[in-house]
């Protein structure tokens, strides 16, 4: 089903495949201004980094929400380095007197939490990227091509479809709708396929996979679920086209909701590949060649855009288990 991909959020790596690409810094700017007002929101480090150096007032003004945001972030971070050292120290002043299991505790959770705000204060600080900045996971923001009137732009939208006319409940309801079946384009997605149709760019997939799955077995005599994460990469090395579809959705008059701009990944049955590490889904890479027929479904019957999605590119998917 697509658990995280590795999404690739550089516009330079855009520009290069589609030449032309433009940055919508309006709906950048939009959402960035919808993390500063809700900062549970998550977006790939990398997609901020498409801002790095700003080239104008609009683009400084999104500059400004990052680096607001990450100011903010690293103050929430200090303030639990600085409660977690004092309840470390407590534990520690305890332990001295009489060993207890409460204090043993104390000292634990105190420890682990300490080297979690101090990684993330690091990566606040850190320049470089890494490739763990470029995971996204459902209910996430990435980048995804589109084309809006003859143009191809590129939008932040969130990694969980709500599609348009729909309830907001609908995130709840259908946690799994950052998937789009094939099989179901033309029912659940009725109101996106054909009519609303994105890419985003990934170097490698994650996929939840039970061990069981994975070793071609059933579970034994009172054997619990185990799960396990598997990282695919395409073997030839390359960055993959991946067909999407996307809702802008608009609140009913009277709501307090704002507009969303969402989108999920097209997935189909697996190659044989994915299916013997145990998953049984896998996202659909697009032909270069397909892409702007993709992009433009309106010209399209739902045959032939499901022909695009049958001729698509087909690397081998090497896996191992996720770090």
């Known amino acids: 089903m697509c658990y995280s991909a590795e999404v690739r959020a550089d516009y330079a790596a855009f520009q290069r495949l589609f030449p032309g690409t433009r940055v ?22 990398a997609m901020d980094a498409l801002f790095a150096n700003p080239a104008s007032e609009e683009e400084r003004a999104v500059k400004a929400l990052i680096d607001e945001f990450n100011v903010t972030q690293a103050m929430v971070h200090e303030q ?20 207890t299991k409460k204090a043993l505790t104390d000292k634990r959770v105190a420890t682990d939490k300490i080297a979690n705000a101090l990684a993330k204060i690091d990566d606040l600080k850190r320049v470089e990227l890494k490739p763990r900045d470029s995971r996204i996971f459902p209910g996430w923001y990435a980048p995804v091509l589109v084309m809006d009137e003859g143009e191809l732009v590129l939008k932040p939208m969130r990694y969980l479809c709500r599609p348009a006319g729909k309830p907001a409940f609908y ?118 060649e397909n892409v702007e027929a993709w992009l433009t479904p309106q010209a399209r019957s739902l045959d032939q855009l499901d022909e695009i999605l049958e001729d698509k590119e087909r690397p081998y998917y090497e896996h191992r288990l996720a770090a």
């Not at 919508?24 to 480090?45: G, N």
């Not at 005599?221 to 030839?236: A, H, K, S, T």
Request: proline content about 8%; hydrophobic content about 35%; some cysteine.
């Open 171 to 288: 995130d709840t309801k259908y946690p799994g709708i950052y998937n789009a079946r094939r099989d179901n384009l033309r029912n659940f997605w009725k109101g996106q396929f054909g009519r609303t149709h994105g890419l985003m760019i990934v170097n490698g997939f994650y996929e939840n996979v039970k061990v069981h799955d994975r070793e071609h077995r059933a579970l034994r005599p009172g054997e619990e679920p185990e799960n396990v994460v598997l990282e695919f990469r395409p073997r030839p090395t390359q960055d993959m086209l991946i067909a999407c579809v996307y809702s802008h959705w608009t609140p009913p008059e009277g709501s307090d909701e704002e507009a969303l701009w969402s989108f999920a990944a097209v997935t189909d049955e697996p190659p044989p590949e994915v299916a013997d590490a145990g998953h049984d889904r896998c996202i659909i890479q697009l032909r270069p």
């Open 24 to 45: 919508s810094i309006k709906d950048f700017f939009a959402a960035y201004w919808r993390r500063k007002q809700q900062p549970m929101l998550r977006f790939p480090r």
């Open 80 to 99: 639990t380095l600085f409660a977690q050292r004092v309840r470390l120290v407590d534990a520690d002043r305890k332990l001295l007197v009489k060993e």
